[in-house]
């Protein structure tokens, strides 16, 4: 009886077996290849769903954001790209003129000091290093938020508020209009009417909002990096396997094979064949040093072989995986491989450069975007000096802001000067706009020519 029990129970053993092995967890088609699970959709966060976001809520956007900030802080692929785009969007610094809308003389007093508050409240604010940082923050968290404090000359000053600042307080958890940290409008996603930042409401004037990589109608911005962060993890991992076996092989000069040799006497041919050692208190055990001079030639007894591990290592295979990764990361940035692995082995860099590129139509487009966002800025600083009194009330209709953006494509300044010419000589160019393009300031250069040509006459 014990016996057919046995076989029933091993045949019941194997079944379950069998079941076990053919078992599908259904919730396995939401992990993806990390083993993390997807967000979970609900009727609430219908309108982040097909605005393709990741996340649906203030915490899942804060762990967006962590994410990517340690890889713009630790990865060197991340930072060079980072860099590269601030490098080529911000370049040298952009330049901002006043001019007046009309020819009359009489607002050239205006157009003075308009010029004047505008150079002020640049080097007031350290501008060009805050552009690059502004580029920086876009780049890092998908957004940036300035704050304007204003004393009481009328001057404009512009600090950054962070990203984890602006949330929605407990009280208004429930109210659809204060999500994510900015109060709108019920039936307009894209009017703000205010932020909420630690806990206090901010009023819309005082907060300039750029975000980016998101849709109009979304009210947080997306990292750059979101879509490739595990690209730059696996690029990561890779490199560092890469050098750990590099070290270790390269650590091993040889491997000496005792063929049908004893412990015993392969412990002594260890020890004739040492110039030294010394005895390791951890181990217990006596620890042989050899030496081998350069070009030193072993001679091999019966039964014993040399291993050399170093001879066996192509790295050449796991080099163009890890180019294969970075040409992924640096599609998604629109920008040539080059630019973003600094390997220029590859690269031509003025047929990268030039007008049709796409890195540059890239880094156009991000220089129009910023220029806009620019110019608001400038108003604000224009405006907040009219309401104290510094300039007229209607200086926003006399005088107009003009902002020269930094050259993308690679230069032939021999042409462009000759284009120029024509075009002035054609009176469609100007002397002030020739002289922003040679990066001089054409004031500056009217009185340098004047003291030179006193000079000349005494």
């Known amino acids: 009886m014990t016996q057919y029990l046995d076989q029933y129970e091993q045949r019941v053993s ?29 009727g609430a966060g219908a309108g982040f769903l097909r605005a393709g976001l990741p996340y649906l809520s203030e915490d899942q956007l804060a762990e967006v954001r962590l994410e990517c900030r340690r890889l713009v802080a630790t990865n060197e692929f991340a930072i060079n790209g980072v860099e590269n785009r601030i490098s080529y969007v911000v370049g040298s610094g952009h330049v901002y003129r006043a001019v007046l809308r009309d020819d009359s003389a009489a607002g050239q007093e205006l157009l003075g000091e308009v010029q004047a508050l505008l150079n002020e409240f640049l080097q007031v604010n350290a501008w060009h290093a805050r552009q690059q940082e502004i580029v920086r923050r876009m780049d890092r ?31 208004l958890s429930q109210d659809p209009d204060a999500t994510f940290g900015v109060h709108t409008e019920s039936d307009d996603v894209e ?7 630690d806990g206090r409401p901010v009023e819309a004037a005082e907060i300039q909002h750029r975000k980016a990589n998101v849709d109009a109608n979304v009210k947080r911005g997306l990292p750059l990096y979101f879509p490739v962060r595990k690209n730059l993890r696996r690029v990561e991992k890779l490199l560092r396997n890469m050098s750990a076996v590099a070290e270790i092989q390269s650590a091993i000069a040889l491997i000496r094979k005792h063929r ?22 951890a181990t217990g055990r006596m620890r042989h040093l050899a030496q081998y001079a350069p070009g030193t030639i072993l001679d091999a007894p019966a039964g014993l072989e040399y291993d050399f591990p170093a001879a066996g290592v192509n790295a050449s295979n796991f080099v163009t995986v890890l180019q294969a990764e970075l040409r992924a990361i640096a599609a998604r940035l629109v920008m040539p491989e080059f630019m973003f692995t600094s390997d220029a082995s590859n690269a031509n860099y003025s047929s990268t450069l030039v007008a049709e590129g796409p890195a540059v139509k890239m880094f156009e487009r991000l220089q129009a975007s910023l220029r806009n966002d620019d110019l608001l800025v400038m108003w604000r600083v224009v405006e907040n000096a009219a309401a104290a009194g ?36 054609k009176g469609i160019l100007s002397p002030q706009t020739w002289s922003q393009r040679l990066g001089l300031d054409y004031d500056q250069e009217q009185k340098n020519l004047g003291m030179a040509k006193g000079d000349v006459k005494e």
Not at 265 to 281: I, K, R, T, Y
Not at 403 to 417: C, G, K, W, Y
């Open 260 to 281: 049908s040799a004893l412990r015993n006497g392969v412990e002594q041919f260890v020890s004739d064949g040492s110039v030294g050692g010394n005895f390791s208190q």
């Open 14 to 42: 194997e079944a379950v077996d069998s079941l076990w092995d053919a078992l599908v967890d259904p919730r396995e088609a939401y992990l993806d290849d990390e083993g993390v699970w997807w967000n979970n959709l609900s």
């Open 141 to 171: 968290d998908g957004e940036a938020f300035l704050r304007f404090f204003v004393d009481a000359a009328g001057m404009t000053r512009v600090r950054f508020v962070e990203p984890e600042q602006v949330a929605t307080p407990k009280e």
């Open 390 to 425: 510094r300039l007229p009330r209607d200086v926003r209709n006399r005088v107009e802001i003009q902002i020269t953006l930094p050259s993308l494509h690679v230069r032939d300044q021999l042409r462009e000067v000759q284009v120029e010419k024509i075009a002035f000589e």
């Open 191 to 197: 009017t703000a009417l205010g932020y909420y930042i």
